[in-house]
């Protein structure tokens, strides 16, 4: 499949966690997706332990599995452990299963970064454009593999 070229952000789909889609930017000084999570929580049980957050404030709670934890540097270089989780990306009419870093990004932009861990998957970014694809669901929608 030929790589989709977006722009410096993009609008997405998190249907697994939103139904609205939102916009996110595209930052391929990142390494990896983070969204913004609020009061983040971890519940640890048998089999697995899992977190809960809200996406917004008062939003509704949502649980999911802890994948892992990444260690991330800032661009201060200033390093945190972020929570890990698994969920679906739609975006470019394309679906993908992806891990997404969960952190506080209430005093910026944008809620979520897409980062080039995600973006070597198939996106070209053409930094002079913005929402080149519609935040629409397609009809005609192509599930990706997994990133690992």
């Given at each position: 499949?030929?790589?989709?070229?977006?722009g410096w952000r993009e609008w997405v789909g998190l249907p697994e966690l939103q139904?609205?889609?939102?916009?996110?930017?595209?930052?391929t000084g990142a390494w990896s997706n983070t969204l913004h999570a609020s009061e983040i929580d971890i519940i640890e049980?048998?089999?697995?332990?899992?977190?809960?957050?809200?996406?917004?404030?008062?939003?509704?709670?949502?649980?999911?599995?802890?994948?892992?934890?990444?260690?991330?540097?800032?661009?201060?270089?200033?390093?945190?452990?972020?929570?890990?989780?698994?969920?679906?990306?739609?975006?470019?009419?394309?679906?993908?299963?992806?891990?997404?870093?969960?952190?506080?990004?209430?005093?910026?932009?944008?809620?979520?970064?897409?980062?080039?861990?995600?973006?070597?998957?198939?996106?070209?970014?053409?930094?002079?454009?913005?929402?080149?694809?519609?935040?629409?669901?397609?009809?005609?929608?192509?599930?990706?593999?997994?990133?690992?």
């Amino acid at each position: 499949m030929r790589p989709a070229v977006i722009g410096w952000r993009e609008w997405v789909g998190l249907p697994e966690l939103q139904r609205a889609p939102l916009l996110a930017k595209v930052d391929t000084g990142a390494w990896s997706n983070t969204l913004h999570a609020s009061e983040i929580d971890i519940i640890e049980s048998n089999p697995e332990t899992r977190i809960r957050f809200r996406l917004e404030e008062g939003g509704k709670w949502i649980e999911r599995p802890l994948q892992k934890w990444r260690r991330i540097r800032d661009t201060g270089g200033h390093e945190t452990l972020r929570p890990v989780i698994r969920t679906t990306i739609e975006i470019a009419s394309r679906d993908f299963d992806v891990e997404v870093c969960l952190a506080d990004r209430s005093k910026l932009k944008h809620r979520m970064i897409l980062g080039r861990n995600f973006l070597r998957l198939g996106f070209i970014v053409n930094p002079s454009r913005q929402c080149v694809h519609t935040m629409i669901r397609s009809e005609d929608r192509v599930r990706m593999g997994s990133m690992d």
